[in-house]
Every structure is written in C-alpha cells, then in structure tokens.
C-alpha cells in the first residue's frame, strides 16, 4: 500500500489547471466580498459626513436666532434660504399667542437623493 501511495505522489509533480483555475476562483470571490465592503463602509461614511454637517449648520442658524432679542426675530411667515455648498438652507417663522415658532432645515442632494434634517424649538414672550 505505501508503495502505490509513493508511486501516485512521486507521479504528480504540479497543479492541474482545475485546481487553479478553482483557487482564483475562490481567491476572486474572497476579494470582491472585501471591496464590496469598503465600498459600502465608504458611502456610510460619506452620508454620516453630510448628516453632521447639516446638523451642525442648522444649529448654529438655529443658536443665531436664539440670541436675539423677542422682538427682533422677525414676525410669521419669514422664510429665509441660503444656498449652501451642497445644497439649501432655510428658517421659517411662525408666530403664535403664546410665542414663536422656529423651524430650521437644511437640505442637501445625496446618491441622487433628497435629504434634509429639520430642527424646530419654540420661544416663548417674555
């Protein structure tokens, strides 16, 4: 038995063309799952960037109006836009009884897609 063993292993001295042609295969496989990864780590990144951009400059809108005086914020239906780097801002106003009403947003395109955050607080009269 150990001589048939020896004779079979001394015989064959490579690879076959299927074997390799098998391991580029799984090698192939084995890296697109990686790159597809990457990729989709990459694009979260990228909206998770946007996202906190956003948010950043609605509240610091947000935080300028806040430091006027009551009477100074500007009465209902103001609506302010600005144009942003990557998209659109803007503040709209509106005034109640008991107060106003503050909304901030803040829109930008992504992946071919609409995205906006929106920040509303209320302030009361003194």
Request: aromatic share 6%; glycine share 6%.
């Amino acid at each position: 038995m150990a001589t048939l063993f020896y004779l079979i292993m001394k015989t064959k001295k490579g690879m076959t063309i299927l074997e390799t042609s098998i391991a580029m295969l799984v090698l192939g496989i084995t890296i697109l799952g990686i790159l597809s990864g990457i990729y989709m780590a990459s694009q979260m990144s990228r909206s998770t960037r946007n996202r906190i951009v956003a948010i950043q400059i609605a509240q610091t809108k947000m935080e300028e109006i806040k430091d006027e005086e009551y009477a100074e914020i500007e009465d209902e239906g103001l609506s302010r836009e600005d144009s942003l780097p990557y998209g659109t801002s803007s503040v709209h106003i509106d005034a109640k009884d008991e107060g106003k009403e503050i909304t901030v947003r803040v829109g930008w395109i992504e992946e071919n897609m609409e995205r906006n955050i929106e920040l509303v607080t209320f302030i009361r009269k003194e």
